[in-house]
């Protein structure tokens, strides 16, 4: 739905979101959108134009986040005027509300998950030259679904069967660890279980146990090799942290359309969800900054090949 734009923004909007394939309703003012939304017709993404922050607070738009059917619908809030902040030119730019208090949304589980995959279990036996110190490690065995406590310090290797990883506040699946994987709460090892809860798979579990002695001489046995592993993920995860508190997103876009594309001038293959999920940014936000991206004609976009039209540019966004 999109509510509140001048027929110059809108025109701009809507052939932005046609390209993408999107069925837009508009709405002229706050009125007509909540009657409109009272429907319980589904929307996947209520944008709206506002040219001050008092109406992003406005009335309707408290009302829209009060209804029950929309709990899961993100709402974008296009700050400028005539569509300037659609385009993110001159005096404009894109804000995203305040997640609301009520958890998170299926696609914030979604980015959650993707990101949590991506800190939990992801070393393995394999990746360590010298593996002597995995022999005669005492085990233990986990009956189906059985909870697996992580002790801090404590590595724990997957033997047989498999352990899944849940966020289990939000009963949110992260991923499955096969047998090879390391896992547990280990700082010194630069391993973290994090808001999450290891637990046997159906057919259950036997995990290997290595105390914080015997990780010390692992670390000191392969010291290079997990140097190698390591302080990269050690990098990234520190430019991660700034980028997402302190750079908007059309910055974060920027900078990950470059990671991709690396000397070449194409990503291809890469949906818009996807490069959301790397970057924790849900796909209608992306929607609308690859939108802006290519009114700068920084980007080109055909279907699902993307072309770096100004790698200059976008490498001075990337830095803003």
């Known amino acids: 739905m999109l509510v509140r734009c001048d027929r110059e923004a ?12 999107w069925r837009v309703d ?6 007509s959108a909540i009657e409109a939304l009272k429907g319980q017709r589904h929307y996947d993404l209520i944008l709206t134009c506002c040219e001050t922050t ?3 607070e406005s009335e309707w738009l408290q009302q829209a986040s009060a209804l029950d059917h929309l709990k899961s619908t993100p709402i974008v809030i296009i700050d400028g005027k005539a569509g300037a902040g659609f385009n993110m030119g001159k005096g404009g730019k894109v804000k995203v509300p305040r997640q609301r208090a009520r958890g998170l ?3 914030g589980k979604e980015l959650a998950a993707f990101a949590l995959a991506n800190k939990v279990g992801y070393l393995r036996v394999e990746d360590f030259p010298d593996q002597r110190l995995f022999d005669d490690l005492p085990a233990q065995s986990y009956g189906p679904h059985k909870v697996i406590r992580c002790q801090p310090g404590e590595l724990l290797l997957v033997k047989r069967g498999l352990v899944e990883v849940w ?10 660890l096969m047998i090879g994987t390391l896992f547990g709460d280990v700082p010194l090892l630069g391993q973290t279980i994090v ?12 995990l290997a146990k290595m105390d914080i002695n015997r990780v010390r001489r ?7 090799t997990l140097a190698e592993k390591l302080y990269p993920r050690l990098a990234a995860a520190e430019v991660s942290h700034y980028r997402a508190i302190f750079q908007p997103a059309e910055s974060r876009v920027a900078a990950l359309l470059l990671e991709l594309a690396g000397d070449e001038a194409t990503i291809e293959g890469m949906t818009q969800r996807q490069l959301g999920e790397h970057i924790g940014l849900v796909r209608e936000t992306v929607v609308v900054v690859m939108a802006a991206l290519k009114a700068k004609k920084l980007i080109g976009v055909d279907r699902r090949k993307l072309t770096l039209l100004d ?4 490498e001075e966004l990337s830095r803003s």
């Open 10 to 21: 809108a025109e701009q909007i809507l052939s932005e979101l046609e390209i993408q394939e």
């Open 105 to 107: 949304t299926e696609q």
């Open 195 to 206: 808001v999450t809860q290891a637990i046997a798979g159906e057919a259950g579990a036997t």
């Open 218 to 224: 692992l670390i000191e046995a392969n010291a290079l």
């Open 311 to 314: 790698k200059k540019r976008l």
């Open 167 to 176: 966020q289990t506040h939000h009963d949110l699946f992260v991923k499955r």
């Open 54 to 56: 008092a109406s992003y």
């Open 26 to 31: 508009t709405c002229p003012d706050g009125v």
